[in-house]
């Protein structure tokens, strides 16, 4: 199947959301022309965010969200971690490549900003999800309580 990866602005932000709302719901809507609001733009124009969507059949059905989060101190000499916040494919378009493309997409900007690194978490209760980074290089490094407030 043909596919292209797409870094998500403001001309695809419509379509995008039509795969968040899929994730979210279970179904897909019918494709939305709603304006991009004040709020959305000054998201997408964040240096640091980078979110790319995989889109095939002419709509989108995989993403990665990566954060750049600068470091400071001589241990890292000014060079931060891009940190793979969410990564996700609609269950009927798995095991067809598309994570691992989306995880290149994390190799290329660690690159391309001269990061020192790739950080994630997994959730314990998905080790699919825990092979999958684990057959692109990942590895455990420790144990971590993920905590939000």
């Known amino acids: 199947m043909d596919y292209i990866i797409e870094r998500i602005d403001t001309n695809n932000y419509?379509?995008?959301?039509d795969m968040v709302f899929w994730r979210e719901n279970g179904f897909e809507?019918?494709?939305?022309?709603?304006?991009?609001?004040?709020?959305?733009?000054?998201?997408?124009?964040?240096?640091?965010?980078?979110?790319?969507?995989?889109?095939a059949d002419g709509r989108f059905v995989a993403w990665i969200s990566l954060i750049y989060i600068p470091k400071i101190g001589s241990r890292w000499n000014g060079h931060?971690?891009?940190?793979?916040?969410?990564?996700?494919?609609?269950?009927?378009?798995r095991?067809?490549?598309?994570?691992?493309?989306?995880?290149?997409?994390?190799?290329?900007?660690?690159?391309?900003?001269k990061a020192t690194g790739i950080r994630l978490y997994v959730n314990v209760n998905n080790p699919a999800a825990k092979n999958l980074y684990e057959r692109c290089g990942y590895k455990a490094d420790g144990q971590a309580d993920f905590m939000v407030k």
Do not use: C, T
């Open 14 to 17: 419509a379509l995008f959301d």
């Open 29 to 55: 809507r019918a494709p939305s022309r709603a304006s991009v609001s004040e709020q959305m733009k000054k998201e997408l124009s964040n240096p640091n965010l980078h979110v790319y969507a995989v889109k």
């Open 95 to 113: 095991g067809k490549g598309y994570a691992k493309a989306l995880l290149k997409k994390a190799d290329d900007l660690k690159i391309e900003l």
């Open 80 to 93: 931060g971690h891009i940190y793979v916040d969410e990564l996700w494919v609609e269950p009927n378009f």
